[in-house]
């Protein structure tokens, strides 16, 4: 019996090494935020102190910006018109393709007063 389930375990750890390996195999780096696909980020806005740095970037239609968050609040990217929105957290990053010109005021959910601007020209 003992023999028995000592070897279950065996078998179950096999198994759970193999799922690990799988699941970290071709993964370049952990994204913590899901982030869309697409064109490489050519800003970068640090989302730290309740504020974005830069609040405001311009840049090409095609391309992306990448928000990077750091500190211990929680914080998010929220589109005014909805078109993007990032999670709630602490750290990681999130990375939106802006296919369209325009102009595209965001906000944090938690913190109102935290507010930026993405320009697409
Ligand atoms: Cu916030």
């Not at 090494?17 to 697409?38: E, F, Q, Y």
């Not at 102190?49 to 992306?64: L, M, T, W």
């Not at 602490?90 to 296919?99: I, N, P």
């Amino acid at each position: 019996m003992a023999a028995r389930s000592s070897r279950a375990l065996a078998a179950l750890a096999a198994a759970l090494l193999l799922i690990g390996l799988t699941a970290c195999s071709g993964a370049a780096k952990p994204a913590l935020v899901p982030s869309d696909t697409g064109a490489d980020p050519v800003v970068t806005v640090s989302v730290v102190d309740n504020r974005y740095e830069p609040a405001e970037v311009e840049i090409e239609a095609g391309q992306a910006v990448r928000w990077v968050f750091e500190g211990a609040m929680e914080h998010d990217v929220v589109a005014e018109d909805g078109s993007f929105v990032s999670e709630l957290v602490t750290e990681g990053e999130y990375v939106h393709v802006f296919e369209e010109a325009g102009e595209f005021p965001y906000d944090c959910s938690v913190h109102p007063e935290m507010t930026g601007r993405v320009v697409v020209r």
